[in-house]
């Protein structure tokens, strides 16, 4: 064996433990001796306690050998395996990673364990038959969006739709779009791109995986006259559908106060109205997901103010009865 190869012996045994144990599949002192030898190295029993004892050292957790174990283990990871259900699950329920992404990040995930508890995740995946995206060029697109925003510059872009045909149809007749971004945001299940216009002083929201074509601009972008919080501007907008933002007194059931927390939280003024209600003023963005989320409870929520928005709301029921009294 060369001195180099001696050398990465440590290197080899550490990748041994990550690869090859765990609290339930341990190796003795002459398992790991065979396991070297297959990356062509040889060691000795009283060298590998000394470099063990050394990978203690280093932070990693390495149990003393316990006779019911019969062996050397890894035992804490950066990950546990309860984490990484959880982030395989995030991963392949999220519409907006392909599916050949998704496997592919969920297989590298795999491996922040041991191959053996690798494999009991792997028959978790279940990916076919879920609604994912179809454009491949996510990931790049994000990885440009991000760069844009901390160089502080304008994009391009040429954005797009599909046809009952399933065809893309790019808007503005494929022209490119040259845009402000501020932020990047996850919502009801897709990545949006943020940007802000100043004709309207306003924002937009793009659909990152409806964007084609993105290239940075040398023009520097032009940002609103006050700091941005994405956060609280997303408590605004339902569904990432823009509109005109406007400060709405809205009287709720009881029962629907858990509803109103999860997505306005609950630092929000709550005033006592008639027995079994209570009202509160919110910021939103008046757009026609947010009129049929009034809509949608029912006798359980009531607009109170102001009138331009009660009108919104009757002429969207008016809308309903014109379509179904055809039938």
Known sequence: MSAGNQK????????????????????TINQIIEKLKLYGISAERKSLYSDIEALRKFGLDIPDYEPETHGYYLGER?????ELKLLIDIVQSS????EKKSLELITKLTKLTSRELGKK????????NRVKSMNENIYYNIDKLYEAIDNDIQVSFRYF????????????NGEKRFVNPVALTFNNE????????KQYKGFVHYRVDRMMDIELTDKLRILPPKPFDVNEYEKTVFSMYGGSETNVEIEFHDSMANVVFDHFGRDIIIMPSKPGRFITRLKVSVSPTFLSWIIGFGDKAKVISPQWVINEL????????RIYDQY
């Open 8 to 27: 990465l012996k440590i290197l080899y045994l550490l990748k041994i433990f990550y690869e090859y144990t765990d609290d339930e599949h341990t190796l």
């Open 78 to 82: 950066e990950f546990q395996l309860t």
């Open 95 to 98: 519409k907006f990673i392909t």
């Open 121 to 128: 995740l792997k028959t978790k995946i279940h990916i076919s």
């Open 161 to 172: 739709k599909y046809t009952p045909a399933k065809t893309k149809e790019f808007t503005h």
């Open 190 to 197: 897709n990545y949006y791109l943020i940007a802000y216009n």
């Open 314 to 321: 009757f002429q969207m029921i008016d809308d309903f009865y």
